[in-house]
Nanobody, 122 residues
């Protein structure tokens, strides 16, 4: 069974940085697409970034955020810089074994972590 465990969230001042981690286990992820989504209070869940495990190719909707992976550690990261108040949200790691490209819809991802809270204080 695939397990995704996020960590690294917390409270940070506006302009600061955080690096989120997603430890993945239970499969060989060579063919997977891994992604980060976020959901702010009262808002819909939204796509943040994705990475193709095998090639390292990435997509991101936010130029301040960088997704990467460490194959040896089976871990995906989201480096977030120049954080803004509006980045406050629960951030979720997601995985898809069969997606084409980097889907931005949550329903394309079969596996989800429990989420980690990021709070940016102004």
């Amino acid at each position: 069974q695939v397990q995704l465990v996020e960590s690294g969230g917390g409270v940070v001042q506006a302009g600061g940085s955080l690096r989120l981690s997603c430890a993945a286990s239970g499969r060989t992820f060579t063919s997977y697409i891994m992604a980060w989504f976020r959901q702010a209070p009262g808002k819909e869940r939204e796509f943040v970034a994705a990475i193709t495990w095998s090639t390292g190719g990435t997509s991101s909707v936010e130029g301040r955020f960088t997704i990467s992976r460490d194959i040896a550690k089976n871990t995906v990261y989201l480096q977030m810089n120049s954080l803004k108040f509006e980045d406050t949200a629960v951030y979720y790691c997601a995985a898809s074994p069969s997606a084409l490209g980097h889907p931005v819809l949550g329903r394309e991802y079969a596996y989800w972590g429990q989420g980690t809270q990021v709070t940016v204080s102004s």
